[in-house]
């Protein structure tokens, strides 16, 4: 039960876009389309932005996107915006179990 | 609207026990299975626990594997996190998380475990 791998930290000016990516194995992100994506506010609980890989719930921007690659999911912040300042965090299931990435603090 | 309320964290000794609860509303609680997250201050998530819609099926990180037991009680819409035999390393916000099959998609707003002696 390894912690997915995240950058520490990601930036960007507004209006700019940045990645994000999230490295697993082939037993959690690799075995399964189940990763999700989390912003975290200081203080505050997280907040769901990405589900199965690529799916955008119901009143995030579609300026978030993500994607997956073997071992590797990412998330595409476009068009930055002040507010997008903030934690990111990837997740996976891992067999029975869950996983998070070591979270990502995008300052912009 | 779905609200999930921790209760129960405070301050402990390392080998004492401590229950948190998770309050559950605004949904059919026997749908959904729950789980506990919980984040070291200044660091990131980690998952802990879950429970199954139905309570037969418990999973658990290794990290706390045989000391925390996770549990629920469908008559008061309520899962508890057990934490026995505690560790300074336990110390963190705990969240609940209401499971919805691949994500989780509604958390509460945390209740602080802080072991210390």
Known sequence: ???????????????????????????????????????????????????????????????????K???????????????????????????????????????? | QVHLVESGGGVVQPGRSLRLSCAASGFIFTNYGIHWVRQASGKGLEWVAAISADGNDEFYADSVKGRFLISRDSSKNTVYLQLNSLRTEDTSVYYCARDWGTLFDYWGQGTLVSVSS
């Not at chain 1, 073997?70 to 029975?96: F, R």
Request: charged share 15%; proline share 7%; with cysteine.
């Open chain 1, 69 to 108: 690659s073997g071992n590797t999911a990412s998330l595409t912040v476009s068009g930055l915006q002040a507010e997008d300042e903030a934690d990111y965090y990837c997740s996976s299931h891992a067999g029975s179990t869950r996983v998070f990435g070591g979270g990502t603090r995008l300052t912009v």
């Open chain 1, 1 to 67: 039960q390894s912690a997915l791998t995240q950058p520490p930290s990601a930036s960007g000016s507004p209006g700019q876009s940045v990645t994000i990516s999230c490295t697993g194995t082939s037993s959690d992100i690799g075995a399964y389309n189940y990763v999700s994506w989390y912003q975290q506010d200081p203080g505050k609980a997280p907040k769901l932005i990405i589900y199965e890989v690529t799916k955008r719930p119901s009143g995030v921007p579609d300026r978030f996107s993500a994607s």
